[in-house]
T-cell receptor, first 108, second 116 residues
Framework: AQKVTQAQTEISVVEKEDVTLDCVYE???????LFWYKQPPSGELVFLIR??????QNEISGRYSWNFQKSTSSFNFTITASQVVDSAVYFC?????FGDGTTLTVKP | DGGITQSPKYLFRKEGQNVTLSCEQN?????MYWYRQDPGQGLRLIYY???????QKGDIAEGYSVSREKKESFPLTVTSAQKNPTAFYLC???????????????FGDGTRLSIL
């Protein structure tokens, strides 16, 4: 069975701080895909990134970066210089298995 | 603009009643999905469909039914057998998938279902 754990239920930071959202997963598959989604208050999930199990390169997109470490089954997400608009619930997913989400609040 | 339209936004169900949630997409995606989200929790997969006239059960299919008669449409019926239907329901679509759900999903705005 697959499982995704996002241990941080809620995180609160002040604008311009860096913040890392943790994601740990469990699977017996050798080939799998990991995702991060953002859910703003409107409710619609927005896709952020996909990573397959054979690609352990870290990725940076603007203020967002992702660190995939297969050895520790982790796929962490860092927001650099956070902004108020980053406030949302962030979900890590292992294909169709979602974590419970981390609610990020960025205060001005 | 391309996207996914879910309707209605809010829905109320009486005891013993079946209700149907609508999901339409104009992204020309092959695969479509239904998820349930409860407060403070992640999404759980109810059903998904890879092609027209075919669909598979997800993790929590009991008490739900779906159909996929057209590529653009994937309605979800919450039957009276679903004893705890109050939740936020999200529909999604993606490009064709293989063995696993390996494509990014595009989501609708959701339908919030409550029991009267």
């Amino acid at each position: 069975a697959q499982k995704v754990t996002q241990a941080q239920t809620e995180i609160s930071v002040v604008e311009k701080e860096d913040v890392t959202l943790d994601c740990v997963y469990e699977t017996r598959d050798t080939t799998y895909y990991l995702f991060w989604y953002k859910q703003p208050p409107s409710g619609e999930l927005v896709f952020l990134i996909r990573r397959n199990s054979f690609d352990e390169q870290n990725e940076i997109s603007g203020r967002y970066s992702w660190n995939f470490q297969k050895s520790t089954s982790s796929f962490n997400f860092t927001i650099t210089a956070s902004q108020v608009v980053d406030s949302a619930v962030y979900f890590c997913a292992l294909e169709s298995t979602f974590g419970d989400g981390t609610t990020l609040t960025v205060k001005p | 603009d391309g996207g996914i339209t879910q309707s209605p936004k809010y829905l109320f169900r009486k005891e013993g009643q079946n209700v149907t949630l609508s999901c339409e997409q104009n992204l020309n995606h092959d695969a479509m999905y239904w998820y349930r989200q409860d407060p403070g929790q992640g999404l759980r997969l109810i059903y998904y469909s890879q092609i027209v006239n075919d669909f598979q059960k997800g993790d929590i299919a009991e008490g739900y039914s779906v159909s996929r008669e057209k590529k653009e449409s994937f309605p979800l019926t919450v039957t009276s057998a679903q004893k705890n239907p109050t939740a936020f329901y999200l529909c999604a679509s993606s490009n064709a998938i293989g063995q696993g759900i390996n494509q990014p999903q595009h989501f609708g705005d959701g339908t919030r279902l409550s029991i009267l």
